[in-house]
Every structure is written in structure tokens, then in C-alpha cells.
């Protein structure tokens, strides 16, 4: 088993040794800073253009 070595900015977490290899899921810690104003850009650029796929895919739906 090998583990992703990164450059300080996120740890990996394992699950219990117990399960299989096909079941365990890796979870990763950020750091980011919440509050820092090119985050919140970042999140409203994303939340657009996922609310730009929502009404493409519910007019996909209704035809």
C-alpha cells in the first residue's frame, strides 16, 4: 500500500486496517482560508456555473 505524499497542504486518513483494500476511502484535510476574498470568488464562479448546468439539464429533461 502506498500513500500520495503532497507538499504539506493536505494529510491523507485511512480508514481501520480491517477493511478491504477495495473499500477503503481516502479523506484529505485542507487548509483553506474561508475568509480570504479570492475564496469567496472562487465559490460564487462555481456556484454560477453549476446553477448554469442545472437549467441546461432541466431543459434537457422536458423535451
Known amino acids: 500500500m502506498s500513500e500520495r505524499q503532497s507538499s504539506g497542504a493536505a494529510s491523507v486518513k485511512d ?3 480491517g477493511d478491504n483494500d ?3 476511502k481516502v479523506q484529505e484535510d485542507f487548509d483553506i482560508d474561508m475568509d480570504a476574498p479570492e475564496t469567496e470568488r472562487a465559490a460564487v464562479a462555481i456556484q454560477s456555473q453549476f446553477r448554469k448546468f442545472q437549467k441546461k439539464k432541466a ?3 422536458d423535451s
Do not use: T
Request: proline share 0%.
Open 15 to 17: 480508514k481501520k486496517s
Open 22 to 24: 477495495d473499500q477503503k
Open 59 to 61: 431543459g434537457a429533461d
